[in-house]
């Protein structure tokens, strides 16, 4: 019998926020599923435009959609499953595999600050 284990890694994003590529890392202790992840700010910043994050292994961004909340928006939290199959289904990542955070775009007027993105990781013992 399969036996699930869920836990959560939370990787901050500290201060303004501008767009970059790896701005925050993890690396994975052992194999693992994720099944999700989640992005949420302190401050979501205003004008045109969204904070918009990927999670990436490698060159590949890992999510089904892009974690996207949009400037001044009185939601400052998104949630995205993971692509990838296997039961729960999700994203597996190897030991010593990099996971990065992106953040392709920010909204015009003021950066969004202060946040964090919550991993969803699901462990399944056979």
Not at 68 to 87: H, M, N, P, R
Not at 111 to 125: K, N
Request: glycine fraction near 12%.
């Amino acid at each position: 019998m399969e036996k699930i284990g869920r836990s959560y890694v939370t990787l901050p994003l500290m201060g303004a926020l501008a767009v970059g590529a790896g701005v925050v890392a993890f690396v994975a202790p052992r194999p693992m599923r994720i099944s999700g992840a989640q992005l949420v700010l302190k401050a979501t910043g205003t004008g045109a435009g969204n904070t918009t994050a990927q999670i990436k292994v490698g060159a590949n961004n890992i999510l089904k959609a892009d974690l996207t909340i949009a400037g001044a928006a009185a939601t400052k939290y998104v949630k995205q499953s993971a692509k990838g199959g296997g039961v729960p289904s999700g994203y597996d990542v190897n030991e010593g595999d990099v996971i990065t955070v992106d953040i392709t775009a920010i909204p015009a007027t003021t950066a969004p600050t202060d946040g964090y993105v919550i991993l969803h990781i699901a462990q399944v013992e056979v």
